[in-house]
T-cell receptor
Framework: DAGITQSPRHKVTETGTPVTLRCHQT?????MYWYRQDPGHGLRLIHY???????DKGEVSDGYSVSRSKTEDFLLTLESATSSQTSVYFC?????????????FGSGTQLSVL | AQKITQTQPGMFVQEKEAVTLDCTYD???????LFWYKQPSSGEMIFLIY??????QNATEGRYSLNFQKARKSANLVISASQLGDSAMYFC?????????????FGAGTRLFVKA
């Protein structure tokens, strides 16, 4: 199994507070991704990184920021959490290559914003 | 813009029968990759099969095959001889090259129920 660790696994927070989720990999993969999963929407890409300090927006980036200061860590920050950000968040990684590289997923973080 | 569409929210299939899960996509890229992932009730994401846009042969992996029709922009997953353990969510995904490198987007998913 690919070495991907998400923390925390579960979090309950209040509206308006900042929240940071962490994704840590031991595979030295170039690409790292943050997705959110909601019923009826599948997985939607929030942000992704294609190298240290290189990031780009996904489909649903509003209200989220990311940082990648080291190859192994990719942080997702909810600047001021809202109830609409209650979701399951998945981190994924993939190797660099020609585009056929599959994603490896973390176990997910269940975030509840009250 | 890239988009993945899965029009079947839920599907039922009898054990040991074959089932096709639909996936259509939209992209202006010439080169892209198509993937299917399985998510059991445990929540983990499991890679099933990959098809490259330039691959002439349909991909197969055991009981899984991908019916790739490039002109129709469809990449349907066929599961042969369904098993009870195939009950899960199935996601179609597309990986394309952006300015910032490769990114992968997913469809909304299809929940498959296998009946004994």
């Amino acid at each position: 199994d690919a070495g991907i660790t998400q923390s925390p696994r579960h979090k309950v927070t209040e509206t308006g507070t900042p929240v940071t989720l962490r994704c840590h990999q031991t595979e030295n993969h170039r690409y790292m991704y943050w997705y959110r999963q909601d019923p009826g929407h599948g997985l939607r890409l929030i942000h992704y990184s294609y190298g240290v300090k290189d990031t780009d927006k996904g489909e649903v980036s509003d209200g989220y920021s990311v940082s990648r200061s080291k190859t192994e860590d990719f942080l997702l920050t909810l600047e001021s959490a809202t109830s609409s950000q209650t979701s399951v968040y998945f981190c994924a990684i993939s190797a660099a290559g020609q585009g056929d590289e599959k994603l490896f997923f973390g176990s997910g973080t269940q975030l509840s914003v009250l | 813009a890239q988009k993945i569409t899965q029009t079947q929210p839920g599907m039922f299939v009898q054990e040991k029968e074959a089932v096709t899960l639909d996936c259509t996509y939209d992209t202006s890229d010439q080169s892209y990759g198509l993937f299917w992932y399985k998510q059991p009730s445990s929540g983990e994401m499991i890679f099933l099969i990959y098809q490259g846009s330039y691959d002439e042969q349909n991909a197969t992996e055991g009981r899984y095959s991908l019916n790739f029709q490039k002109a129709r922009k469809s990449a349907n997953l066929v599961i042969s001889a369904s098993q009870l353990g195939d009950s899960a969510m199935y996601f179609c995904a597309m990986r394309g090259l952006n300015t910032g490198g490769f990114k992968t987007i997913f469809g909304a998913g299809t929940r498959l129920f296998v009946k004994a």
